[in-house]
């Protein structure tokens, strides 16, 4: 057998291996639904007012 049909063969049985994995997740079928505010505010930070994009009223990011 040649070393290029060993691959083929190794990769497709990798993929048969974890492709059930994936198909039989617990989580299948649940649909979740998510409501996002996203609105401009007016910030004003060092003398300077800006408009940013809020999230539920929140900056979205790491507060510094």
Request: glycine share 6%.
């Amino acid at each position: 057998m040649s070393s290029c049909f060993l691959r083929v063969m190794l990769i497709a049985f990798c993929a048969l291996w974890t492709l059930p994995e994936l198909v039989l997740a617990k989580h299948t079928g649940i649909t979740r639904r998510y409501n996002f505010d996203i609105k401009l505010q007016k910030v004003t930070r060092l003398c300077q007012t800006k408009s940013i994009v809020t999230v539920n009223g929140q900056f979205p990011g790491l507060g510094l």
